[in-house]
């Protein structure tokens, strides 16, 4: 004979210690992605000026340092370098390291010369591979040099800094190029003070 009753399987309880554990996990997960990908800085130099002041806050990208840790300077750098839309460019302003230990406070600088490019000043002037740049950030300071003015070709991870200030900025005129591992990444947004919020490509 067949029974009409079916039947009935517990049902687990439902814990909220054990939602309260992976909704922990899943912040601290997404926190330490956000930390790898993204990071915010306080400026604390006049280098770039008008671009930047002491006291603005901004918020960093690290998505093309690594891209360019990863590329740049191999094999694939080709193919990663400039076509690659995680690759650092011209113009963009980043953050760095001027030393490879990473013992002094990170620098923010503007992207004037990528790898393999060959770097020259003359009476003022930055060229880029033999071509005169428009630089209207500099707002028509003359780029001095102190140093040697070039021509200098940089290796093939590595990249050439510059402030806007250009008349009070220690830069690669003065340490010469920066290695890609050095780089932070490039700034995408001013968020401090709330005023002068700005986005950067």
Request: hydrophobic share 40%; charged share 20%; aromatic share 10%.
């Amino acid at each position: 004979m067949v029974s009409d009753t079916t039947e009935q399987r517990p049902t687990r309880r439902h814990s909220p210690l054990r939602d309260i554990f992976w909704t922990g996990v899943q912040a601290l997960t997404l926190f330490l992605i956000l930390s790898a990908l993204i990071g915010r800085f306080e400026i604390h130099q006049i280098s770039m000026e008008p671009t930047f002041h002491e006291g603005q806050r901004v918020v960093v990208s690290k998505i093309d340092s690594i891209w360019s840790n990863l590329f740049v300077g191999t094999a694939h750098a080709a193919e990663a370098h400039p076509a690659s839309p995680f690759a650092l460019h011209r113009g963009q302003i980043v953050v760095f390291y001027r030393t490879p230990d990473r013992s002094e406070d990170a620098l923010i600088k503007r992207v004037i010369g990528l790898p393999g490019d060959t770097i020259e000043i003359r009476s003022g002037q930055v060229y880029v591979n033999g071509a005169a740049i428009d630089e209207p950030y500099v707002h028509g300071v003359a780029t001095s040099c102190n140093a040697e003015c070039g021509p200098i070709t940089l290796d093939a991870d590595s990249y050439f800094m510059m402030g806007d200030n250009r008349a009070n900025s220690m830069d690669s005129r003065v340490f010469g190029p920066i290695p890609a591992g050095q780089v932070i990444g490039h700034v995408v947004l001013r968020y401090w003070p709330f005023n002068q919020i700005e986005l950067f490509p």
